[in-house]
Structures are given as C-alpha cells and as structure tokens.
C-alpha cells in the first residue's frame, strides 16, 4: 500500500498567511514549533525564518507580535502561580506539587519578558560613574561659576 502523499506547505510570501501567523503569536504563549504543528496549511518554521530575513513587513509585524506575546506569557505566568504543578508519585502513593518545575517555567518566562519588553519587565540597573574625573570636573566647574557670581558685601 502506497501511502497518499500530503500537499507541499506553501513557501511563496503570501500576506494573509503572514497576518495569521503573527496574530496567532500574539495571542498565544506558544513558540513558534507548537504553532506550526498546530497550523499544517502554515510554512514550515524554516520559511517562516526565510520570510523574516527577506519580508520587511513581516519582519516588523513579527517583531510587534512577539512583544504582545510577552503579555500573554506573563497572564500564562500569573496561572502557574495560582494553579502549582501537581503529578502522582506512584513509589510515595501519593499526589506532590513539583515546586521546582514551576519555578523553572516562570524564570524562563520572567527572562523572555524581560529580553522583549525590557522597559516593562527589564531589571532596573543604575548607572554608576566608572570613575571619579566627572565628580571632579562638576566640583571645579561649580567652584568657578561660585567665584565668577561672588557676591561682594
């Protein structure tokens, strides 16, 4: 028995596919490996990649997707708190919560969120002076501008 050979996925840039994609990464937490199997009638991963390197509009859309995404994985990191990673464990006898599981996923969506909106999610760093030439140059100035506007009493 021979088996049915399936249709070629399309590689040819085609907007309306563009659109769906990009609104499907926005609206889920999924990566885009999930979304393509999800999605047969989509290009496969490496044309979509191909697509970003040659399409600047998709480029641009893609971009703004992924920044939406972030919101949807910190409200899919907001459920994980809430709902803990339980399993059976069949030598205890009994159900436990894997702590260390959910605490994996939400580093690694912490991280995500923080590399795509770093204004929003970003670590706050304050910029320290590399050394003391600035401190001395304002201190010097200062006393200059005192001495210019001295008042004589």
Known sequence: MVAKKRPGQPTK???QI???ICDAI???HLGLFDLCEQNPHWPTRETIYLWLRTHKEFSLM????KEDQTEVSVD???ALMNEPHKHFDADAGRTICDVGMMRLKMDA???QAAKLKPRKYGDVKQ???ANNEIHEDTMKRKQELDEKYKKKY
Do not use: F, G, R
């Open 13 to 15: 840039y085609n907007m």
């Open 62 to 65: 893609y971009t703004k997707a």
């Open 109 to 111: 969506i912490k991280w």
């Open 127 to 129: 910029e320290e002076v």
């Open 26 to 28: 926005a609206s889920t």
């Open 76 to 78: 899919y990191m907001q």
């Open 18 to 20: 563009a659109t769906e």
